[in-house]
């Protein structure tokens, strides 16, 4: 269920993603109010490696995210969009996604990852602010069609009760020239249903987000990441071709990051954590030296 806010908090919230334009719900206003919260509300682990329970109820992700300006995975950082376009309007599935695990050659558990599908009259789209490096306004709900975005071309595909969502590759002559990201099926859900592996990804010690302290931002052209101790700063070059640097820095460094750039400022100190581990987002898979 959704926990509904007064009129104010939804003006809270739009101040949060710094939006000032249309809230019909309109294709145009969906585009533009995932393009305003991927490039303002981090995706990240930081609560993990703070000592920070992750509580998985409406009111307390609202709360993180939106009042704290709080980083948040998959599942916190979707579901609180999900809340403001549902609010506004818009007719919104909450929808369970299996990530794409690169080294280990197989998909995440059900409800792993959260995606939205968007109902119009004519046509859905589906919205996604989680990962990282996904795309950066929605996905016209087509099998087949490759949909390019700011941050790079996509593409939907079906198999039987699943579907999938592949990035490309850009500028290598390899095969295949695909990148699955994950994959989902048409069955909706609530926002209890992603508890179990809520819990499992702040507690348990071989995944992704208890392995490392990450932070990551969308940018007009690009995206800022930290991951442990390494800032690195990815630019698009032609054809979303990638250009990375990357930075080893102190934890005051670090921290003074979080707060001018992320504009993302802890209450309890920071352990900071890079253990390698397989992960389908390359933006996460250069290895620490």
Excluded at 93 to 104: A, K, N, Y
Excluded at 166 to 174: M, R, S, T
Excluded at 267 to 284: A, G, M, R
Aim: net charge negative; with cysteine.
């Amino acid at each position: 269920m959704v926990y509904f806010f007064n009129t104010m908090d939804i003006e809270t919230f739009l101040r949060r993603i710094r939006y000032s334009g249309s809230i019909e719900p309109t294709p145009d206003t969906l585009d533009a109010l995932q393009r305003a919260y991927v490039t303002s509300v981090p995706f990240g682990s930081l609560s993990i490696h703070c000592g920070e329970k992750i509580i998985l109820d409406s009111q307390s992700l609202l709360e993180k995210l939106i009042r704290k300006k709080r980083d948040g995975f998959c599942c916190e950082l979707n579901y609180c969009f999900y809340w403001i376009i549902t609010n506004l309007g818009f007719n919104v599935d909450m929808l369970p996604g299996e990530i794409w695990t690169q080294d280990v050659g197989r998909f995440t558990e059900p409800c792993d990852h959260m995606t939205l599908l968007v109902h119009f009259t004519d046509h859905k789209r589906l919205a996604d602010c989680a990962l990282g490096k996904t795309f950066r306004t929605p996905l016209i709900f087509q099998p087949d069609v490759e949909q390019i975005r700011e941050n790079g071309v996509f593409r939907m595909r079906n198999e039987g009760d699943y579907w999938y969502v592949d990035k490309g590759i850009p500028n290598k002559q390899v095969y295949p020239r695909w990148q699955c990201q994950y994959r989902f099926t048409l069955i909706p859900k609530q926002l209890e249903d992603y508890v179990d592996r809520c819990q499992f990804n702040q507690t348990d010690p071989t995944v992704l987000f208890t392995k490392k302290s990450l932070c990551s931002l969308h940018l007009p052209d690009g995206y800022i990441t930290i991951v442990g101790n390494r800032i690195i700063r990815t630019k698009w070059g032609e054809n979303w071709e990638e250009m990375k640097t990357i930075e080893y820095v102190d934890e005051e460094t670090i921290l003074s990051t979080l707060k001018d750039v992320f504009e993302v400022v802890l209450e309890t100190p920071l352990v900071i954590s890079d253990i390698d581990c397989s992960f389908t987002n390359d933006l996460f898979l250069s290895k620490p030296n």
